[in-house]
């Protein structure tokens, strides 16, 4: 059974840092692309961040230069440090764990609510 929890949203305020976390289970970790989603109500979840396998990044351009993601293999569990957070940055974060290689697959944690004031 696979599972993807995450941990780490909270109520912050502008300016400050969160660090979310997503372990996951039941799939080999080191060979799945990870990325970090977020959705507002009404909106499409769209995509954050992202690490591939072999350690590439990709991020929005509202993420970048303030948002790090990183994986650690050892510990079956992907990162997502978030600084100088805005507003506009409210929303819930989902882990999605994906395989495009045979055998494909995409999961997704429960999701983590980040609120950040102003």
């Known amino acids: 059974q696979v599972q993807l929890v995450e941990s780490g949203g909270g109520l912050v305020q502008a300016g400050s840092s969160l660090r979310l976390s997503c372990a996951a289970s039941?799939?080999?970790?080191?060979?799945?692309?990870m990325a970090w989603y977020r959705q507002v109500p009404g909106n499409q979840r769209e995509l954050v961040a992202a690490?591939?396998?072999?350690?590439?990044?990709n991020y929005s351009g509202s993420a970048k230069g303030r948002f790090t993601i990183s994986r650690d293999n050892t510990k079956n569990t992907v990162y997502l440090q978030m600084n100088s957070l805005k507003p506009e940055d409210t929303a819930v974060y989902y882990c999605?764990?994906?395989?495009?290689?045979?055998?494909?697959?995409?999961?997704w944690g429960q999701g983590t609510q980040v609120t950040v004031s102003s």
């Open positions: 039941g799939i080999i970790f080191s060979i799945a692309n």
């Open positions: 690490i591939t396998r072999g350690g590439g990044t």
């Open positions: 999605n764990a994906e395989r495009l290689a045979l055998p494909r697959y995409s999961y």
